[in-house]
């Protein structure tokens, strides 16, 4: 990574067509060495976005402790931080619809100028991205509410409502792995707001294995930070410090390079085919444009 930082590859499709990767793990590698560095100075920018959440978080966290017999498990406390949070996520939307658009270009390994597409991302799909965002920032609360209703009358009213609760939880976990495509699919296509939903849907359904880990790829550092927190208690300022340092110049920035990954390999294979004209396989040594049938 420190070599590629001074001495960067060239982008692939500055490459004859035999030298550029073979398999999307290749190309993976070398378009994060190419563009790992610029993630910084990104990132940076676009946490900006995430400081109303950050210091409401901040805030809740202080006057939970002040008080001595208060608990994470209190309803009240969850119930109004979560519902503060779904208004702090509410305007990161369009951040997250540039940085896709950026980080999907640079998947494909192809160069471009980063500020002018970060910032004409945001400008193009910020009212759909205001939708995304939005359902985005209620779903902690959604889910919170729903595991906690059908939780309690499971203790109570039988197994019927632990198969609620198995319901919910599943229906959660769907919304986590189609995030990781709706917003690569409003910055690449032309399509109204259900048919994101509806295709984002369906292709994480045909790509659920890879979904599945991609998901996990991208909650590694969270489960890292969550188990130091959990081993070492007495370090809780200084991991606090250090997970919001991970987030704020690099975290952000390589969760939404990641998924554009995956979703780059998704809709190329799945709606790129079907289009003629368009191109698959994108960067790669078998890169070519699907034609008319």
Same mark, same amino acid.
């Given at each position: 990574?420190?070599?590629?930082?001074?001495?960067?590859?060239?982008?692939?499709?500055?490459?004859?067509?035999?030298?550029?990767?073979?398999?999307?793990?290749?190309?993976?590698?070398?378009?994060?060495?190419?563009?790992?560095?610029?993630?910084?100075?990104?990132?940076?920018?676009?946490?900006?976005?995430?400081?109303?959440?950050?210091?409401?978080?901040?805030?809740?966290?202080?006057?939970?402790?002040?008080?001595?017999?208060?608990?994470?498990?209190?309803?009240?406390?969850?119930?109004?931080?979560?519902?503060?949070?779904?208004?702090?996520?509410?305007?990161?939307?369009?951040?997250?619809?540039?940085?896709?658009?950026?980080?999907?270009?640079?998947?494909?390994?192809?160069?471009?100028?980063?500020?002018?597409?970060?910032?004409?991302?945001?400008?193009?799909?910020?009212?759909?991205?205001?939708?995304?965002?939005?359902?985005?920032?209620?779903?902690?609360?959604?889910?919170?509410?729903?595991?906690?209703?059908?939780?309690?009358?499971?203790?109570?009213?039988?197994?019927?409502?632990?198969?609620?609760?198995?319901?919910?939880?599943?229906?959660?976990?769907?919304?986590?792995?189609?995030?990781?495509?709706?917003?690569?699919?409003?910055?690449?296509?032309?399509?109204?707001?259900?048919?994101?939903?509806?295709?984002?849907?369906?292709?994480?359904?045909?790509?659920?294995? #890879?979904?599945?880990?991609?998901?996990?790829?991208?909650?590694?550092?969270?489960?890292?930070?969550?188990?130091?927190?959990?081993?070492?208690?007495?370090?809780?300022?200084?991991?606090?410090?250090?997970?919001?340092?991970?987030?704020?110049?690099?975290?952000?920035?390589?969760?939404?390079?990641?998924?554009?990954?995956?979703?780059?390999?998704?809709?190329? #294979?799945?709606?790129?085919?079907?289009?003629?004209?368009?191109?698959?396989?994108?960067?790669?040594?078998?890169?070519?444009?699907?034609?008319?049938?």
């Amino acid at each position: 990574m420190l070599k590629n930082l001074f001495f960067p590859p060239p982008p692939p499709e500055d490459l004859p067509p035999q030298e550029r990767p073979k398999t999307r793990k290749a190309l993976f590698r070398q378009t994060f060495g190419n563009y790992w560095s610029w993630f910084f100075a990104v990132n940076l920018v676009c946490f900006l976005f995430y400081l109303p959440a950050s210091i409401w978080t901040e805030m809740s966290l202080n006057s939970l402790l002040a008080e001595e017999s208060a608990s994470f498990q209190t309803s009240s406390f969850m119930g109004a931080y979560l519902l503060g949070l779904a208004l702090c996520l509410f305007l990161t939307g369009p951040m997250l619809a540039g940085l896709t658009l950026l980080m999907r270009t640079w998947a494909r390994g192809e160069p471009c100028m980063r500020w002018q597409t970060l910032f004409g991302g945001m400008k193009r799909n910020w009212k759909q991205a205001l939708g995304f965002s939005l359902l985005e920032g209620i779903m902690p609360l959604a889910a919170y509410s729903t595991l906690r209703y059908y939780g309690g009358l499971g203790e109570s009213a039988g197994i019927g409502y632990y198969l609620l609760f198995g319901f919910c939880a599943v229906v959660i976990l769907f919304a986590l792995l189609m995030r990781q495509l709706v917003y690569t699919l409003m910055v690449t296509y032309r399509l109204g707001f259900g048919q994101i939903l509806k295709n984002a849907f369906l292709l994480t359904f045909l790509e659920l294995p #890879k979904s599945l880990m991609t998901l996990v790829m991208n909650l590694v550092p969270v489960a890292v930070f969550a188990l130091l927190l959990w081993l070492l208690p007495a370090y809780t300022g200084l991991l606090v410090l250090l997970s919001l340092a991970y987030f704020a110049l690099f975290g952000v920035a390589f969760d939404r390079f990641l998924s554009a990954s995956f979703a780059n390999y998704v809709v190329e #294979k799945h709606i790129n085919a079907k289009i003629s004209g368009a191109r698959v396989d994108i960067g790669m040594s078998s890169e070519h444009c699907i034609e008319e049938t």
